[in-house]
């Protein structure tokens, strides 16, 4: 098969009768005259489009991504110095080990033998099977067709629903009017799974080499298919991917004829009017990305709105992501009131229907990877959140849309340990607005606990333990309300019904399949419950007024990492009527984690004292004295 | 030309990326026969507990596929049922769709269609979660097994899509399941032998009646002779009100098959069915 695919490339024409073309090679490198190469969904169209000229029909159809190994394999030819010997090697290894398992699993592996090579003249074009070729795309369909890809990249499938909302109609195939577009240079296709140099299948669409193989419907054959981003719709073998060429996107972006105006609710702290000078000072010195470190609840994301609006003036899109979706809705609303309606668009679970290429985009992190285009800022908020700390998947779309050129910026509470050394540029905000400390979590350590790691394998329900009620008592002194977070969605009921017994009766329990979710928070954020026992999903985006936490078995390791236990400290004394509180971190053995975690607040508080955010009481730490490590900081941008 | 446009993007890096690229391959590959892989629950994304075998060893059991928390909040079906369709009914005897009917058929169910059963039952419809088919299958297979103690399919049947819709999905979730039951039983599977030849509407949403008229005569046999003096056993990934699996049986039954059973992943049941327990 390759031989015969060299063949071809010798002769210089490759082509056709497969199903995809996946750009054009580069011309100058090829040292051979060729009329077309690449393979081709459709040849008629091709071929009304060679104005005249005949077109050599190579072969049967193959699937898409079939094609594009074909492809990659009859590309040393053209490309003679892509890669090395040893590489070569391995790649050839890697392409017959594929092949076998294609042949074991596919009976008719026939079709892919060469067939006498077929020449398709324009002749041909009133023969009667090529009557697809006599649909153009009309003006209406191409414009619809440029306003569901500005700024995105879709599956076939999803190109088609999203085609149907803007009412656009059409008849014949889309695929044949599609292709017409590719080959007018207006949009540009991929295969959504593809080889890539070192002979691995992989993800074009999010990056994953994770590939399963299942018998496929669509192509009828065994066909591979990506297992990270299949929430999303499924990336098969078989299907395109589609967006903008580059020259059209960069066409469709110039939209903007004024620079929006911004009416703040309220004027930014001290420590956050210093951030955003030093973010719009590094985004003019063209700094490709920076790190927002920030004390929970001082109010990260008004910093960047100084930026925001300066690459919007700029005539450029900005994305901020996040990665949960209530935490987006807020944003969102929070931005329209700041630029108004017009200049922001909220792409989330039902609200992404509505799609629309507006200047600011806030979407949660999933969608990233329908997204596509440079982006003049992107901004990912919460960067250390559940999931997009764990997959990969978001990692590597995030992380393709922040290479597309512009300026990245994370913004985080916990910076992992990888972000701290490595980001160029790390901004703190170490103070909250109400200038008081963060409030440093206190470990109790209890032996009881032990009973609690796995309550359903014990008969009985074990004794609340020590801990928690020492919590629930100091609470009572304090006036506050206690939130008490647990590592397992099945500590949830038995913890509530041992705190029942021993008289705390205003407590509710809730994880993430109950459903009277909202109705509890809104209950302990009015005063109505004493306690709430939660799991994580309570850790972020939430201000309880007069609320102390406690995290039972801190110790958990995989859910209560540093990040976590920062994030649930931090729900405590958010707010100017009660800017203080207590965090208490249960334990029977502290680990490495919950010591990090406190050091983290600990330094945070110290940062703010040396550059004097905090409030009068609190100044304490002579300023002026910094570490060699900490001089990109607040400290010395006031000093 | 941009780089973008070129054929593979991770040709046209540097030397140095491309090196490093193929060294990375070269060690996942080195290292997925050494290192077990991680993977994460379906449902609550977390990484599962690493077993002493790579992950590729459990296709048949579930906890390869869902965290054990998950697995626990699976809600099963518990006495009493109703004798016919395997349905929570706390009244005892049929239930009430079962009384409508001229002909009963008999079937069973593991799951009860509520909470984490629904979100599974969508990860295998909407988002090609094949795994997750071999091991749901042998849970139905098991509980064929428990239900219908002195009866034995013949063959396993998956409901069928019809071809269009199939083509669209790309997969049949009935006939990933139904691999898995006739792995466990160790029943040959009939892939062809039932066609669905009507384009019908999606069943949920329409009220009883109307699922009834939506699958009738939508099912066609198109060889009676394979499935002629046979005990078949349908295999379905939802039970709600019957209607699609007394469709499909009625034309197996037209076509000579002896008996006919169904099972179904999950069954759709009352709250105050439920509340017993
Ligand atoms: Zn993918
Ligand atoms: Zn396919
Ligand atoms: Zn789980
Ligand atoms: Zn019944």
Redesign the interface.
């Known amino acids: 098969m390759s031989r015969y695919f060299l063949w071809a490339a010798q002769q210089g024409i490759i082509l056709s009768g497969c199903s995809y073309l996946p750009a054009k090679l580069d011309v100058e490198r090829v040292p051979i005259k060729p009329i077309f190469y690449g393979i081709t969904p459709e040849p008629a169209v091709e071929l009304r489009f060679s104005a005249g000229k005949p077109l050599y029909l190579l072969s049967a159809e193959v699937p898409l991504w079939l094609a594009q190994l074909l492809l990659s394999m009859a590309k040393p030819r053209f490309q003679q110095a892509a890669v090395g010997c040893w590489q070569r090697l391995y790649f050839q290894a890697r392409v017959s080990y594929l092949r076998r398992r294609m042949q074991s699993q596919l009976l008719n592996w026939e079709y892919i033998r060469p067939p006498a090579p077929r020449v398709l003249r324009s002749a041909d074009m009133h023969a009667g099977d090529w009557e697809c070729c006599a649909a153009m795309p009309t003006p209406e369909l191409t414009s619809a067709v440029l306003e569901a890809l500005k700024a995105r990249r879709l599956l076939e499938s999803e190109l088609e629903t999203a085609l149907a909302r803007l009412g656009a109609v059409y008849d014949g195939q889309l695929r044949v009017l599609l292709h017409h577009l590719v080959l007018h240079h207006i949009l540009q296709r991929e295969s959504a799974i593809a080889l890539n140099s070192y002979g691995r299948l992989h993800c074009r669409r999010c990056g994953s080499d994770r590939i399963h193989w299942a018998w496929c419907a669509k192509c009828g054959s065994h066909c591979p298919f990506c297992g990270d981003c299949r929430n999303m719709g499924v990336a098969r073998g078989c299907s395109a991917l589609y967006s903008l060429t580059p020259q059209m996107q960069a066409h469709t972006a110039r939209h903007v004829q004024a620079v929006p105006k911004m009416n703040l609710p309220f004027a930014l702290s001290s420590a956050q009017a210093a951030a955003s000078e030093q973010i719009v000072s590094a985004m003019r010195q063209g700094a490709k990305e920076i790190t927002i470190w920030a004390a929970c609840g001082a109010g990260k994301t008004e910093v960047v709105y100084a930026a925001m609006r300066e690459v919007v003036g700029r005539g450029k899109r900005v994305l901020l992501l996040t990665p949960r979706r209530d935490v987006t809705a807020e944003l969102y609303a929070r931005l329209q009131g700041v630029f108004g309606a017009d200049y922001v668009v909220g792409l989330y679970g039902a609200a992404e229907s509505n799609y629309q290429a507006s200047p600011i985009m806030v979407a949660t992190t999933h969608q990233a990877i329908r997204l596509d285009g440079a982006f003049g800022l992107v901004v990912l908020d919460e960067c250390d959140a559940y999931p997009y700390r764990t997959e990969k998947m978001l990692q590597n779309a995030v992380g393709r849309l922040a290479r597309q050129g512009g300026c990245f910026i994370q913004m985080t509470a916990t910076p992992s340990p990888l972000l701290r050394r490595h980001s160029s540029r790390l901004v703190y905000i170490p103070a909250r607005h109400h200038g008081h400390p963060l409030p440093v979590p206190n470990v109790l350590q209890d032996t009881g606990l032990r009973l609690w790691r796995t309550p359903e394998m014990t008969q009985s329900l074990p004794p609340c333990p020590e801990s928690v009620i020492e919590a629930l008592i100091r609470s009572r002194r304090e006036k506050a309300q206690l939130l008490i977070f647990v590592p397992r969605r099945l500590l949830v009921a038995p913890l509530v019904e041992a705190l029942r017994q021993v008289g705390v009766e205003r407590v509710a329990g809730v994880h993430s399949g109950s459903e009277n979710r909202d109705e509890i928070r809104t209950a302990f954020k009015e005063g109505q419950l004493e306690a709430v026992v939660a799991t994580t999903i309570f850790e972020r985006g939430l201000t309880f007024p007069q609320v102390n936490v406690a995290v039972l078995l801190a110790e958990t390791r995989q859910i209560f990492d540093n990040a976590a236990l920062v994030q649930m400290a931090g729900r405590v004394g958010r707010t100017t009527t009660r800017p203080q509180g207590s965090v208490w971190f249960t334990c029977v053995q502290p680990s490495q984690a919950m010591r990090q975690a406190i050091e983290d607040i600990v330094t945070l508080n110290e940062m703010a004292a040396r550059a004097g955010l905090l409030a009068s009481g609190y100044v304490d730490v002579a300023p002026g004295k910094l570490k060699p490590g900490e001089q990109r900081g607040i400290g010395d941008v006031q000093a | ?2 780089k ?5 993007p ?2 046209s890096g540097s030397r140095w990326q ?2 490093s ?2 060294v990375w ?2 060690l ?1 590959d080195a290292g997925e026969l050494v290192l077990p892989q991680t993977c ?1 629950c379906r449902l ?4 599962l507990p690493a077993p002493p075998l790579p992950f590729a060893c459990y296709v048949n059991d579930l906890y390869a596929c869902l965290c054990r ?1 998950c697995i ?2 699976l809600a099963w079906v518990q006495p009493p049922l109703c004798p016919q369709c395997g349905r929570p009914w706390r009244h005892g005897g049929l239930c009430r769709f079962c009384l409508r009917r001229r002909h009963v058929l008999q079937g069973c169910s593991p799951l009860v269609y509520t ?2 059963a629904q979100e599974l039952v969508r990860e295998l419809k909407f ?5 997750l088919g071999r091991p749901l299958g042998y849970i139905i297979g098991a509980m064929v097994r428990s239900a219908m103690p002195d009866w034995e399919p013949q063959a396993i049947i998956p409901v069928p899509l019809h071809a269009d819709r ?7 979730q009935a006939e990933l399941l139904s691999q898995g039951v006739s792995h466990f039983l160790k029943k040959p599977l009939l892939h062809q032998a039932l066609l669905r030849t009507r384009h019908t509407q999606p069943q949920s949403a329409l009220s009883v009646t109307e699922r009834v008229k939506n699958v009738h005569a939508a099912f066609h046999v198109p060889h009676p002779a394979v499935v002629a003096n046979k005990r078949l056993l349908l295999v379905d990934d939802v039970h709600t009100t019957g209607a699609t699996v007394h469709a499909a049986a009625s034309a197996l039954w037209h076509a000579g098959a002896t008996t006919v059973r169904f099972a179904t992943l999950a069954v759709a049941a009352n709250t105050a069915d439920l509340s017993e327990r």
């Open positions: 030309m941009s973008r446009s070129s054929v593979d991770s040709m491309r090196l690229g193929w391959g070269l996942r994460v609550c994304r977390r990484p928390e626990h909040s909470g984490a988002r090609a979660v094949c795994e199939l083509a669209a999905r790309g997969y049949n």
